[in-house]
């Protein structure tokens, strides 16, 4: 690069510059906003002024038993956890066998996996209700409410695109390491144990992100397959926001921190992996 | 990433030590016989909780099944297509015929993507070429993908909020708007609900796209600066054209998802929706769980299904013209 730059090169990074704080105010002023409601004190949320007499950092102490908030967060922790650890795990399995094997059906399974993704979900959420009664009337042990059956359903849900995923990023790494594996005389389990699991980690990571977002994101089946010991965040912030329709008052200030609260656990985790996530989809989405 | 701790020398060994032909029918036979175990929990678990639930919503549209049948809805009383001809009729009081639905859905998955797609393009072209401080840009461009929806439509619902929200302030003393313009009931719901998604979606495209400009050689803007071309002419006949699957891939995904996005609708306006804002999987929501009509709420899903096949078909068209080529 020469020292001086011509007068095009300047123009081009002026218009960069234009353009990355042109998108940049239109990301951060909502989020400033969050950040400014959430420092209200709830009497003068919609009062008229934009800015408040005085900052309320006791919202977010107040926050705690307004929304459930605690109980929420440690549930969506552990539902959302789980269900992304499983659902990675399990579509390891799939991933391998379609990537490393032709075999009658391989084909139908994986276009079945993408039609089961336009399946939408809202039609899903009755019958499976209904059977996991059945079930549960079945074997007499109770099920609605619990843990495990809200995070096999998320997981479950997550699996087409993690199989995907781990399948296009399994297709990108040589076989020829498992057959030395196997030739040394390992187990089909230690060879996927021990040469693929390694191999595929990053890929591993990105769907375990991908299927940990769709479970804290969603509200539709949790608020039926959860109790009010299991509700997720996304429950109790939305049930909160519903009862101000039924002519509760909705404290403003709290709900603002409590969201940025709820928010930000999951933003840390992606913005960590980042680097993963946009390699993870450059080889994913130029394979096609 | 470190590379893992494989047993290199060992592989050397087995090489000199076993006859090459027992080696070569050894990795033969680990190709041979698929380990169909290892999908067996995938397929069990896709069978039990999307395949089931499916095929019994499948038989309940072709029912009618409501609060009064639920208790024994097996014996539901069998309608036959009956109640695909309700969805197309007038809705019911509560909301918008499931018709009028379509309509929404289809233009709101429509109009999104239509206004993430430059957002998104231009986005990672401004990231694309390295300067002093991308990494912090690229990570706050994500920060609104990352956002959980339900997040995301509580923020919206109070910055549409009447009167005191931060748009009908700044509208109103920009001498524009009304403050009471009721951005979150009636016809106005639709662009309230299309900027939200916009927020909070436009980081999809702008991430396939900067992956795909990981693909784009530098040698094609080499030659074309040598022969003169402009930036501007050859982002137009190079950079787009070499985008084309990426964005094709990402467009119709983008597609899929808006219309099948439930809960920002659903937080963001409660239920009923205007019937404006109504889009059909809240339609569906509406129709299934507050007017227990759920033969009614399967039909409409089953047509909702079939819209959404249009687009994926498309993508499996595409996935089949990839292997085709490589």
Redesign the interface.
Known sequence: MSYSMSAQQRF??TL?AV??AL??L??????A??VL?SLTPDTQ????S?WPSHWAFENYAKMWPTVHLAQGIRNSVIISGLAGLLATL??L??A???A??Q?RGRKT?M?SL???????????????F??IVVIQDAISIHLVGRYFTII??Y???A??FA?WLLYSYMSGIP?D????????GCT?LQV?R??VF??L??GMVVTFVFSF?LA?????FASVLTSAETHTV?VS??AY??SG?SGGDVY?GQ??AA??T??LP??VI??IF?KY??GG??S????? | MSSPQVPLDTVGTAYTTAPPGAVRRKRMSMWQRPPYWMMLPSVALLLIIVVAPFAVSVYASLTKLNQYTIAHWTSAPFVGLENYADAFRQGNALGASALQSVWVSVSFSVATTILITPIGIIAALLVNKPFRGRRWVRTLFLVPYVMPVFVNAIVWRMLFMNGWGLIDQVLAGLHLANKDTFWLIGPRSFWAMVVADVWSSWPFVYLMVLAGLQGISSDLYESANIDGASPVRGFFSITLPMLRPVLGLALLLSTLNHFNNFTLPFIMFGTPPSPQADVLPLNVYITSFQTFNFGLGAAMSLMTLILMMIPAVFYIRMLRLGEATS
């Open positions: 081009w990074n960069r353009g990355i998108i940049a239109f990301i951060l002023i909502p989020l906003y969050i409601i949320v919609g009062g008229g934009l399990v579509a399995g799939s391998y066998v379609l490393r094997f075999f399974f276009l993408i039609t089961i993704q336009t399946i939408p979900s809202v039609m899903l959420l009755l019958p499976l209904v059977i096999l359903t997981m479950t849900f699996l087409p199989c076989a390491l498992e057959e030395a594996g196997f030739v040394d089909r996927v021990y040469v390694p191999l980690l990053p977002l804290w994101g969603d509200v539709l996304a912030l939305q926001v519903s329709e403003w709900l603002m969201s940025l709820s928010g999951i933003m992606f913005l980042q996530i946009i989809l450059a994913g989405a130029v394979k096609g």
